[in-house]
Every structure is written in C-alpha cells, then in structure tokens.
C-alpha cells in the first residue's frame, strides 16, 4: 500500500491492522495513523475515527505531539458543531 493516504484507505488500514498485531505493517501503520492525527475532521465520522485512534494511545500519549494537536482539532470541530446548531436553531 502507497503512503498516499486518503482519510478513508488510512482508516480502513489502521482499523484493520491495530485488531491483530501491527508489526507485520508497522512503518505503513504508524504512516496511517500518523496520518489520521493530523487530520482536521470535516464530519462525525472522521471525528469517530480520530477519537479511536487517540483512545488507542492510552494514558502515555505519543511523543511527537500528535495525540494533543488532534485532540484540539476535535475540540474545534465540535465546538463548530455546536455554533452551527446554535444558528440553525
């Protein structure tokens, strides 16, 4: 698989390889996951999947940063949300 990830192919690989044992794919595993943390999610679904991702790191976190810039990108993300709901209501 290319390290040309869209959002969709760098999830369906990271979903699939992070149920059995990443090692056998690690270098395209951490380039996917890599990938989804540094996505801005533009929908719930993609903001499912990057919330899986960070739960997946565990209490330790990553050492590039990764998990706590996409956590502020969720943070915004829903906070768009609630400003859209506010002005529709």
């Not at 040309?4 to 395209?28: G, I, S, Y």
């Not at 890599?34 to 209490?59: M, W, Y």
Request: glycine letters at 4%; a negative charge.
């Amino acid at each position: 698989m290319s390290n040309k990830w869209t959002f969709d192919t760098a999830a369906v690989f990271w979903r699939r390889h992070a149920r059995a044992d990443p090692e056998l794919v690690w270098d395209q595993f951490i380039s996917a996951e890599a990938f989804i943390l540094d996505h801005r999610p533009s929908t719930c679904t993609e903001a499912d999947v990057l919330l899986e991702v960070l739960i997946e790191q565990g209490p330790d976190g990553r050492a590039d940063g990764r998990d706590r810039r996409s956590l502020r990108r969720l943070h915004a993300f829903i906070r768009g949300l609630q400003t859209a709901e506010t002005v529709a209501a």
